[in-house]
């Protein structure tokens, strides 16, 4: 058989319209498979913070077992450049639980006579806690420079830090209870009626002062909550390197209350992003979608999602910035005392000694 001096063999490859069909379905199917990718990472990431809350929970319960209570917030400690005075400052749980959490090195270091911000407790704040990040928040494995951070903040003993220490971060916060309440107990006071007043009126179970014992838990150790999540990506630029510093007890670095609901920063983004929320960060919150992961005392680790039932937020103008229930006042800052008013789902899952009955399918 001859071939034709006319005819040209069919070159090999594709032409530009095949080429351009196989682009758009590589683009579809890209398009299909993304999602699916990123809510498998997703679910990594939570099922690794599931973890991280219930090594904490762990501890918790080993820190009860050796202690007869659970770890307070935080006391009043001793200043280091007066000693004549007191503040605020003692060191927050997480540091009481750290021999738990396999951070033999973190608790020796801790100064107890001082409070965590004085020179002593520098290296402390050093020291970063895998267990306490979120890897949905990234912002928590971020540290900031102690000399940034006392050269501009007030409260400290000390206002210079020398070069080459840092501040680390905490992604989760105990549970204070349905409200944050500052206790204004002076040494002198801690063991006086006047304080017993104080820890029988705030009714989570780890805050200032605490020595909560799990016989006195009577709402059940799988109802009440004692770790939930709060992200420090939330905060607000003025904020991000003041707050949720893991080894500071104060309630913006590492506790709770339940009279926000969850995930309410994202209603209120104006308000953060201006500086002007710090109660709000007594609030849970995450990047995981639909709610957030909270730590029971009996060790479990649920999800709890933003619909459960709970004090709503409508005016953002007014502290705090919803209808008050019948019966609630509230005090200088800001903090709800309940009264005779029935807490939500929510709320009574914060609380030790509500007597609510709560079913499984309520959350």
């Not at 009126?201 to 006195?216: D, E, H, K, P």
């Not at 709610?291 to 005392?297: D, H, P, R, T």
């Amino acid at each position: 058989m001859t071939t034709s001096p006319h005819s040209r063999p069919r070159p090999a490859g594709f032409t530009l319209i095949e080429l351009l069909v196989v682009i758009a379905i590589i683009a579809v199917l890209i398009a299909l498979l993304l999602p699916a990718v990123q809510s498998a990472r997703e679910a990594a990431r939570r099922a690794q913070c599931t973890n991280n809350l219930k090594q904490l929970a762990l501890a918790t319960a080993n820190y009860e077992s050796s202690n007869g209570s659970l770890p307070p917030q935080e006391f009043i400690q001793r200043s280091a450049v007066d000693p004549t005075q007191w503040r605020y400052g003692g060191a927050s749980a997480f540091v009481r639980i750290s021999q738990f959490l396999e951070q033999g090195a973190a608790y020796n270091s801790w100064n107890q006579a001082v409070t965590t911000f004085s020179a002593p407790n520098w290296t402390l704040a050093s020291v970063g806690v895998s267990t306490l990040w979120c890897p949905s928040d990234p912002k928590a494995t971020e540290n900031s420079a102690l000399s940034l951070i006392y050269s501009t903040n007030s409260v400290m003993d000390v206002n210079t830090a020398p070069a080459g220490l840092n501040q680390a971060y905490s992604s989760y916060v105990v549970n204070n209870g349905t409200w944050y309440m500052p206790s204004f107990i002076t040494p002198a006071d801690a063991y006086s009626a006047k304080a017993n007043a104080y820890k029988a009126a705030t009714n989570g179970v780890i805050f200032s002062l605490s020595t909560v014992r799990f016989a006195q838990v009577t709402d059940g150790l799988s109802n009440t909550m004692a770790f939930g999540e709060r992200s420090r990506g939330i905060y607000g630029p003025d904020d991000l390197i003041y707050d949720a510093w893991w080894n500071s007890g104060d309630y913006a670095d590492t506790g709770f209350a339940t009279r926000y609901p969850i995930n309410a920063y994202r209603t209120m983004s104006t308000q953060i992003n201006n500086g002007a929320a710090r109660i709000l960060y007594t609030a849970t919150a995450s990047f995981h979608p639909g709610g957030a992961n909270f730590a029971f005392l009996d060790g479990s680790v649920r999800f709890i999602k933003e619909t459960i039932n709970s004090w709503q937020l409508t005016d953002l103008s007014t502290n705090p910035p919803y209808p008050l229930p019948p019966g609630t006042t509230v005090g200088s800052y800001g903090e709800s005392l309940l009264g005779t008013a029935q807490p939500g789902v929510y709320q009574a899952l914060s609380t030790r000694a509500g007597g609510e009955v709560i079913s499984a399918d309520a959350y």
